[in-house]
């Protein structure tokens, strides 16, 4: 995912293709850029691993506006700001999730199954309540849906596939999210950080736990 | 790393190697060292770990977070690349439209096959591991012993590295004063199941793993490990000072571009390739051993995959190091189809993997504990070997071998899917949510049970008749069945998890396994897969002897784990590697006879 404060990102794939589109010139005449973003099956069993992506650098983004607007106002009311990270939208989360639903292989079609048309009902549901898209009512309407969908037992039938997708949509988030430096920080993960030597854990955390080092230098 | 095409292959070479794992990498170092001249065979492309590894990369910075996809099975950073259980153009197809009796074919298309992403847990086998059969009556003995194999463990372990401790434990061998580098330090995780194993009798102690924890002594190291050779004792020290010690960053499976962990493009192929003495042809889909009219080996035959064409290499001997179900295809195909080194109608018989079983748990004390680096060597620190021999001899247990236990890691990096199982979150949102994920994180252990499996009549590989490859190449069909005695093991390990979990004030996360025998994974799926060509010391009852080499072809050897007589719970490859060695020993003796 990409890691900037404003603004929508623009792919790779896409710049690629105005740039072949534009110029007319044949990509094959630079292998390393032809190579890459071509394939819509996935990135195939061997993508260069050693270079950074980012969302839609591999298969095209397709969330609609309208389904992208939805999805960073639920994702960011999942994983909001607070003293342990910043809030989804301060990530461009939802490039994560347009991704991941937009993914060509058999998982991630699957989720696309249960996210897209939950998308859409829950506009579906605001207007219904509130008149007005999820993405347009205040906190409070929201958190009176989410409150609904996370219920121990859902009222009806709906709000209980509404949860059913809620519950997997937060789980997409979370992923992206705690993929991310700032996410890391957020559930406290510590490391990726070359050391000379590795002490194992601190000595407060075997008090606390009441364990012993049990290898020695 | 420097390769050829077959148009610049010699006329004719002291050896054709197909394969480039540990097998193959090990074959490769011993006879080019010694003077031979070698061809190698690998099925996949050329690949450089030193420019080619993800060493920080972070899951932001990955297609879907790095999470796992058909493309890329074990997540996108894996080292493998070409490979998996299903690999393009290459099918195979099962006996069986039982889930259960179908076997999950792993493969690698790469220089270095499967070495690149393993776990490198290099356990020895036992003296008990040789001769199963004189112990229980159950599968078969090795023609060699733990005595015969042991100087061979620890060149291997010499010439790569290894971490770990001296346990004196039984049928957990020791290796000599000085071989094994430190082990690492003890993890949240290792420390905690080591406390539980303590209180219901469970041995916990540091794994075997072939990562440098301290640099290499390359010429000390070097001259040991090649007495009398000052041209050998020179690469090889050039060699290992060129491997760094582990950074205690990033994981092992992602390969490493420091080679501070064995891979065979890090350690065997660069000193084989400093000889001057190999060359290696990627691109090569073996099809057949070309035999000679002598009843001897003469090459093989191939299809460069750049071209599609059919070629051949040639040499005085002709060593298999592809994995089991690859030899085992090469030899069913060779001859037009009739086979060869098959007079006892043995090969692609008695295939085995690992018996897998896993469980999780939920541990109230990890909850909340403050975030600190947990990613040590990338892999296994601690782990238990097997501690029931005596109540399995006294015949109080349902099963006949046994297994080790692997601690799953608590605080690792997340990467692509939810660091915490869905239902510790589940109608949760918000600030709620994110401090429920915070305290829940790290807070998990994963038990794994690697088991050994006996061979049965049942689990074996043959051509299928029908079916063929791109390239026309009949293709293999696997038959596959647990016995009692592995879903037995599978059963025992899920009760003996729950048990260390309780130990650890834990519980269990819901097993849908029930009864745990349920819970043992499939066929192929912990990718141990031996067997096929079993060695022996009667030709009417294996494919090869002592020296891996077959029984009817005698310039031809199987170095890979297609050999294997039985799979004891010890991970195959320090074994491959071990008794690769010793059998190109015999090979270097043979050519000096000039009996090649």
Redesign the interface.
């Known amino acids: 995912?990409n890691?900037q404060n404003t603004g929508t990102r623009l792919p790779r794939r896409k710049v690629l293709q105005w740039f072949a589109a534009a110029a007319a010139v044949d990509l094959s005449a630079f292998p390393g850029l032809a190579q890459s973003p071509a394939n819509t099956n996935?990135?195939?069993?061997?993508?260069?691993?050693?270079a950074?992506?980012a969302?839609g650098?591999?298969w095209d983004l397709t969330l609609t506006e309208a389904e992208h607007k939805t999805a960073t106002a639920l994702a960011d009311?999942?994983?909001?700001a607070?003293d342990?990270?910043p809030a989804a939208s301060e990530l461009q989360l939802v490039d994560?999730i347009d991704?991941?639903v937009s993914?060509p292989?058999?998982?991630?079609k699957n989720d696309r199954k249960i996210i897209i048309p939950g998308l859409k009902w829950i506009d579906e549901e605001s207007k219904a309540r509130f008149g007005k898209d999820f993405s347009d009512l205040t906190g409070e309407q929201q958190t009176a849906i989410?409150d609904d969908l996370?219920?121990?037992k859902p009222k009806t039938p709906a709000l209980a596939k509404g949860a059913n997708f809620?519950?997997r949509f937060?789980?997409i988030c979370?992923?992206?999210y705690?993929?991310?430096?700032q996410?890391?920080a957020?559930?406290?993960?510590?490391?990726?950080?070359?050391?000379?030597?590795?002490?194992?854990?601190?000595q407060?955390?075997?008090d606390?736990?009441?364990?012993?080092?049990?290898?020695k230098d | 790393m420097p390769t050829i095409p077959v148009s610049e292959a010699q006329s004719e070479y002291d050896v054709v190697i197909v394969g480039s794992g540990a097998g193959g990498g090990q074959m490769a170092y011993t006879l080019t060292l010694a003077g031979l001249k070698c061809v190698m065979l690998e099925a996949g492309r050329s690949y450089d770990p030193t420019t080619e590894t993800p060493m920080f990369q972070r899951g932001d910075q990955a297609p879907l977070g790095g999470a796992g996809t058909p493309d890329k099975d074990f997540g996108f950073y894996d080292a493998t690349i070409d490979g998996g259980w299903d690999v393009p153009n290459e099918p195979y197809t099962q006996a069986s439209d039982k889930p259960e009796e179908q076997f999950k074919w792993w493969r690698a298309r790469m220089l270095g096959g499967r070495t690149n992403h393993w776990g490198r847990i290099s356990l020895r086998n036992g003296p008990y591991d040789f001769k199963p059969y004189s112990r229980d009556g159950l599968g078969f003995d090795w023609p060699v012993s733990y005595e015969t194999v042991e100087p061979y463990y620890t060149r291997v372990e010499r010439l790569i590295g290894v971490y770990g401790s001296n346990e004196g434990l039984e049928n957990t061998p020791n290796s000599p004063e000085g071989v094994l580098q430190p082990p690492p330090k003890g993890r949240v995780g290792d420390l905690i199941t080591q406390k539980a194993g303590k209180k219901i009798g469970v041995p916990v102690i540091p794994i075997h793993r072939a990562v440098l924890t301290k640099a290499l002594d390359g010429k000390k190291l070097a001259a040991k490990l090649h007495p009398g050779n000052k041209k050998a004792q020179k690469i090889v020290a050039d060699s290992m000072i060129q491997r760094a010690p582990c950074f205690w960053a990033t994981p092992c499976g992602r390969g490493c571009s420091i080679k501070a962990n064995y891979q065979s493009t890090t350690v065997h192929l660069p000193p084989a390739l400093a000889t001057g003495n190999l060359d290696i042809i990627p691109n090569a889909h073996a099809r057949e051993v070309i035999l000679g009219k002598d009843g001897k080996a003469r090459g093989i035959l191939f299809i460069d995959k750049t071209t599609g064409k059919e070629e051949r290499v040639k040499g005085k001997a002709v060593v298999l190091a592809a994995s089991s179900g690859e030899t085992v295809r090469i030899l069913l195909n060779s001859q037009g189809g009739e086979g060869i080194a098959n007079s006892s109608g043995l090969v692609g018989k008695y295939i085995m993997d690992t018996v897998g079983s896993n469980l999780r748990g939920q541990i109230p004390a990890l909850e909340n504990i403050d975030p600190h680096n947990d990613d040590g060597a990338g892999g296994s620190h601690f782990y238990s070997p097997w501690w029931e021999y005596g109540a399995q001899k006294a015949g109080q247990m349902d099963f006949a071998r046994g297994y080790h236990i692997e601690i799953g890691g608590t605080r690792s990096m997340p990467k692509g899917t939810s660091p915490v199982p869905g239902n510790y979150t589940k109608g949760l949102y918000g600030k709620k949510l994110k401090e429920e994920a915070r305290r829940y994180y790290g807070s998990f252990i994963g038990l794994a049970c690697r088991g050994e499996m006996i061979p049965n009549e049942n689990s074996f590989a043959e051509l299928d008749p029908e079916v063929k490859d791109k390239w026309g190449i009949p293709v293999m069909k696997w038959h596959w069945k647990w016995s009692d005695h592995e879903l037995n093991m599978a059963n025992h390990a899920q009760n003996k998890f729950t048990e260390m979990i309780e130990a650890m004030g834990g519980t269990a996360l819901p097993n849908p396994n029930k009864p745990g025998s349920k819970s043992i994974l499939k066929g192929g799926e912990i990718i141990h897969e031996v067997g096929g060509a079993l060695m022996g010391a009667d030709p009417a009852k294996s494919v090869v002897n002592e020296w891996n080499q077959t029984w009817d072809v005698d310039n031809l050897f199987l170095c890979d784990g297609s050999p294997f007589p039985s799979n004891a719970d010890k991970n195959p490859t320090l074994t491959i590697m071990a008794l690769a060695w010793r059998a190109a020993d015999h090979i270097i003796e043979e050519a000096r006879k000039g009996n090649l």
């Open positions: 995912m890691i996935g990135y195939g069993t061997d993508p260069n691993l050693a950074t992506y969302p650098d591999f009311i999942i994983l909001p607070d342990l990270g994560f991704e991941w993914a292989y058999p998982h991630q989410c996370c219920a121990e809620f519950h937060s789980g979370m992923g992206g705690y993929s991310t430096p996410g890391w957020a559930i406290g993960y510590v490391g990726n950080t070359p050391s000379g030597v590795f002490n194992g854990p601190p407060a955390i075997l606390q736990l009441g364990l012993e080092q049990t290898v």
